[in-house]
């Protein structure tokens, strides 16, 4: 029903609209039979609260903003679906709100300074052009908890995996597997983001560590993060004549992307190339051949970072924390396990 008024709900449970209010408000003194009588009113009329008001009445709107570069990429969509499942089961039964970035300098200043910061209590931040000192100086009073690999103020929460242990461990899988040219693809060509920068030094460190000689050679950067630009750079390399035999992707859809280059000139995975991609998107395992993968614990992050940021909400106002979350190597048929185990 469109428009429901919180004096219609109050006509429909045949109740005052200040009772209405109060079980809204989740006011204490409101008996466990009149709180079921108003709720059962607000779900058959679909009522919600609009959130200036409540922001009038309770200081809080109920919302939490989520934002970060482009919501058309795999992984923030997944991220989004599980953040917004996760406010909803809080006490608060926070509801999301999206801001895009589109991965731009201006975009995240724009997030920092949006008129909509009002209407929100609290906001999760990926960003991955600001450096933790301009977060910092442009952030405003509203509680706040950084994602990503970038680095955080002081002051602010912060959660993440582990991107250098995780890409060591990727690069040594492949090393583990008797791949001795070892290739990265994905960074970007210029203006490397944080993200990139970790997960290279983690691969530098899996190649050293498995007794590998780094070969500048066999870093493929992309013009943009797309299973496209991954396809065109890599069919460009192997055409220029780069040869690997192992191969280290940035993300899901750059590993997407090389799958198809490497189909396209009759090179076989795992035989003659193994391929590791990153983050366990949900088209991973239905790819040809099903991809091995690095994949954060997604719900891990979404319900710590919900929790830091409803803890910031009530008030805490102590130093920033540094949270990891774990993160595994799901073994596929890109990648298999070692024979030799």
């Known amino acids: 029903m469109a428009g429901v008024r919180l004096q219609d709900v109050a006509v429909h449970a045949g109740v005052s609209m200040k009772t209405v209010s109060n079980v809204v408000h989740d006011h204490p003194h409101v008996s466990a039979a009149m709180r079921e009588r108003v709720q059962r009113a607000i779900d058959d009329l679909g009522y919600r609260p609009n959130a200036l008001g409540r922001r009038l009445a309770t200081g809080r709107t109920g919302l939490i903003a989520l934002a970060f570069a482009d919501v058309r990429l795999a992984y923030f969509s997944e991220l989004a679906s599980l953040v917004s499942a996760a406010a909803a089961s809080t006490g608060a039964g926070y509801r999301l709100l999206l801001e895009e970035t589109s991965g731009t300098i201006d975009g995240e200043r724009a997030v920092l300074s949006s008129s909509e910061a009002g209407l929100v209590d609290g906001m999760l931040f990926q960003p991955s052009m600001m450096t933790s000192t301009e977060v910092a100086q442009r952030r405003s009073d509203i509680p706040m908890v950084l994602l990503g690999e970038g680095a955080a103020p002081i002051g602010v929460d912060h959660v993440m995996i582990d991107n250098v242990a995780a890409a060591n461990r990727a690069t040594r899988h492949l090393s583990a597997l008797g791949r001795t040219r070892i290739a990265f693809v994905g960074h970007e060509e210029s203006g490397q983001s944080a993200t990139s920068t970790q997960r290279l030094i983690?691969?530098?460190?899996?190649?050293e560590e498995s007794g590998l000689v780094l070969d500048m050679s066999l870093l493929i950067p992309t013009r943009a993060i797309a299973p496209a630009e991954a396809a065109r750079a890599v069919g460009a390399a192997l055409d220029r004549g780069l040869r690997f035999d192992g191969l280290v992707c940035r993300d899901d859809l750059a590993a997407i992307g090389a799958l198809r280059a490497l189909q396209e000139r009759g090179i076989r995975i795992p035989d003659d190339v193994a391929v590791v991609g990153w983050d366990d998107i949900s088209f991973a395992a239905v790819t040809f051949?099903?991809?091995?993968?690095?994949?954060?614990?997604m719900p891990a992050l979404a319900r710590v970072?919900?929790?830091?940021?409803?803890?910031?909400?009530?008030?805490?106002?102590?130093?920033?924390?540094?949270?990891?979350?774990?993160?595994?190597?799901?073994?596929?048929?890109?990648?298999?396990?070692?024979?030799?185990?």
């Open 305 to 341: 970072a919900l929790e830091m940021l409803e803890e910031r909400i009530m008030g805490y106002t102590g130093l920033g924390r540094h949270r990891l979350v774990d993160f595994d190597l799901v073994i596929r048929e890109s990648a298999p396990a070692p024979t030799n185990g």
């Open 289 to 297: 051949p099903s991809l091995t993968t690095i994949a954060p614990d």
């Open 202 to 207: 983690g691969y530098q460190q899996g190649i």
